[in-house]
């Protein structure tokens, strides 16, 4: 807290005393010139696209990451390092080609993210709130799972020999993870204490119970939700007067350990930051981490955790460093999870920590992999009621109010307001509750503490819990194939693009068969070789039909060609006869 007032302070300093927070350079043309030629050699570098199979295949998902989300949180990564924030590079931004992604589901205009994932991890839209099923199934329906089931990229993955990673900072068998492996007609089934009556009589699975039950496909998980895995006759083992909840008696975690021996792993189970660092990749051909009895905690205060937590950026790391050993390559998701939940309850500082956290891990994996045969994602599900305005000064804190030279900002109603508000939430009234200021007067910011980790900040509609939105969300992408991702997609799309730039699943026509795949350059169609060119089906078809023209066009002139010769030569036979004819009379 006192961090976060600190660097508000000397930010605000810095404008108002310095009187800008851009350079001179900055506001001559020859800095932008500059600076869009640099950009421009970039681009051309990766003119041409990369054909080449994935091998390895990263899905990065932000959580409610917006793309107003994104400017926030570049600008908020900035400002952490003393920077006005608004030039920052992310890790993100220099990935070489974007699209976005329509989110909608088949009954919600603005989606929730289990039917989301069902989307870019199965590719296919779903009903809201329901998992791994096909638009057929309905929510809370336990009967209406059968015969829906779809097929996510993690498993196409493992049924083609690929190593497989969950890694989130939320439960493991929360939505966006559990799109991975679960086929479910409730997300909120995330245990059996959380069943319906309907689900128990049907004999409808929990999450916890299906992510066991695949855990086989599954080398790497690590995440939040220990406590959906245990029964509640045992305690938690970092909070001691915290009951576990699963009513079955089953330990799934034991019960996980014990199916790794049987099935010949090295397997190790961690729940702290003291048993992850002394995890040897080399020697770990399984690992379940399980860092959080529900959510791990914000990265905002992931360092108060008594028993320690990893970051997003070391569970990343070492979930390569174990997938990236079998030599057919691997598919590892990796949720920012947290992003959303800040949203959800207007906490800016606490979403934007998260956010900054989930670039830093991108930028671990691009300093891990390489772009000749891995391809890396970063997507969201959803976006949020978040939004960025009101013209403030250059370097003004992310969280804090709007001021124009320095000199804070008043709205109509003779109040500061900040750069950042939402649509809806609980941050109706700022600090205080609906009730307590009534529906119309909107609370006075000035000094408050914008930039607190639970300072809730404003929104247009009162609502218990702030909503997702319903605008696109970008795609960005680096490495092979990553050229599928170019304009307005709809999301299932992008589990079809994973399928394709992979060669896994059932759509395998255009890959090479060839023992070293990782090499070799997948055809978008069926080529063939003209003239030492390699053609696909639209070029050749443009050739053939060039050179069937040309041949038209040599036909007719050598037809042509045979009529003057003819007629030249029946010229010259008359103007001979007429001699001879000639010479006679004489």
Known sequence: MDKILWICSILTLFITCEGK???????????????????????MKVEEPNKKKAKNVILFLGDGMSVATITAGRIMKGQLQDKSGEETVLAMDKFHHAGLSKTYSVDRQVADSASTATAYLCGVKAMFYTLGLSGQARKDVCGSEKGNQVKSVLVDAYEDGKATGI????????????????????????????????????????????FFDSSHMI???????????QPNTTFDPEYSTEANTRLDGQD????????????????????????????????????????????????????SDEAGEPSLAEMTQKSIEILRKNSNGYFLLVEGGRIDHGHHGNHVYKALRDTVAFDDAIEKA?????????????????????????????????????????????????????????????GYQGTRTYDEMGPHHRENLTGVATGDLNYRHQTSVPLKSESHGGDDVIILARGPMSHLFH????QSYIAY????????????GHCEENPDKSDKRIPMYQTNNFLGMDLDRA?????????????????????????LLHKKNSRRGYVAQQQCEDGRQL
């Open 21 to 43: 927070a851009w350079t001179d350079e900055e506001e001559t043309p020859e800095y932008w010139q500059n600076l869009a030629k640099e950009e421009l050699l970039a681009a």
């Open 167 to 210: 890694v989130t900072t939320t439960r493991i068998n929360h939505a966006t993870p559990a799109g991975a492996y679960a086929h479910t007609a409730s997300r909120k089934w995330y245990g059996d204490a959380q069943l319906s009556e309907d689900a128990r009589k049907n004999g409808c699975r929990d999450i916890a119970q299906q």
């Open 219 to 229: 080398t790497v998980a690590m995440g939040g939700g220990r406590k959906y895995f």
């Open 252 to 303: 799934l975690i034991s019960k996980w350990e014990q199916k790794q021996v049987e099935n010949g792993q090295n397997a190790k189970y961690i729940w702290n930051k003291e048993q992850f660092d002394l995890v040897n990749p080399e020697k770990t051909d399984r690992l379940l981490g399980l860092f959080q009895p529900s959510d791990m905690q914000y990265e905002a205060e992931r360092e």
């Open 366 to 426: 691009v300093q891990m992999t390489s772009d000749d045969d891995t391809l890396i994602i970063v997507t969201a599900d959803h976006s949020h009621t978040f939004n960025l305005g009101g013209y403030t000064d250059r370097g003004t804190p992310i969280w804090g109010l709007v001021q124009w030279n320095g000199e804070v900002q008043l709205a109509h109603d003779g109040k500061p307001y900040t750069s950042v508000s939402y649509g809806n939430g609980e």
């Open 487 to 490: 304009g307005v997609h709809q």
């Open 497 to 508: 693009a994973m399928r394709y730039a992979a060669c896994i699943g059932s759509d395998r």
């Open 539 to 563: 070029q050749t078809s443009t050739a053939l039909n060039v050179q069937f023209a040309l041949l038209i066009i040599l036909f007719t002139c050598v037809i042509i060609m045979g009529i």
